[in-house]
């Protein structure tokens, strides 16, 4: 796919909402690749259908030439998924978090992005200390 046709394709199938300065950006990818990213955040054991949208797009971008990094965060986990709760949210422990970003990393990887980063692993002080 050329990256004069990769916006039109992407929102042909879905996966662009809005784009601030949709030139710019058609300029910018006929430049040469770019990196990019997505964060994903740890509140479960593993990678649910909400996170395949982003990866879809990602990888779109890798098969265009581009640089895609998927990002699974590590402080973020800490506190659980914010998602339908009346309740005050349990806190999770720093374990618990980094097995999950090691196992949503280990799913982004099979999705063939090639550069998975992981803030727990990178940088352990994101998670120290905040955990009760």
Same mark, same amino acid.
């Given at each position: 796919m050329a990256s004069s046709n990769l916006i039109k394709q992407l929102q042909e199938r879905g996966l662009i909402a809005q784009v601030t300065d949709e030139q710019a950006l058609a300029e910018r990818l006929a430049q040469g690749p770019i990196a990019l990213y997505c964060g994903f955040d740890p509140t479960a054991d593993s990678l649910h259908l909400g996170h395949l949208v982003p990866l879809l797009c990602l990888k779109r971008f890798q098969l265009d030439g581009h640089k895609p990094v998927a990002l699974v965060g590590g402080a973020t986990g800490l506190i659980g998924d914010p998602s339908f709760k009346a309740t005050e949210r349990k806190l999770n422990t720093n374990e618990t978090v980094n097995e999950w970003v090691e196992k949503s990393a280990s799913k982004c990887?099979?999705?063939?992005?090639? %550069?998975? +980063? %992981?803030? +727990?692993?990178?940088?352990?002080?994101?998670? %120290?200390?905040? +955990? +009760?």
């Amino acid at each position: 796919m050329a990256s004069s046709n990769l916006i039109k394709q992407l929102q042909e199938r879905g996966l662009i909402a809005q784009v601030t300065d949709e030139q710019a950006l058609a300029e910018r990818l006929a430049q040469g690749p770019i990196a990019l990213y997505c964060g994903f955040d740890p509140t479960a054991d593993s990678l649910h259908l909400g996170h395949l949208v982003p990866l879809l797009c990602l990888k779109r971008f890798q098969l265009d030439g581009h640089k895609p990094v998927a990002l699974v965060g590590g402080a973020t986990g800490l506190i659980g998924d914010p998602s339908f709760k009346a309740t005050e949210r349990k806190l999770n422990t720093n374990e618990t978090v980094n097995e999950w970003v090691e196992k949503s990393a280990s799913k982004c990887r099979l999705s063939l992005i090639s %550069t998975v +980063a %992981t803030t +727990a692993r990178s940088l352990p002080t994101t998670t %120290t200390g905040l +955990a +009760a």
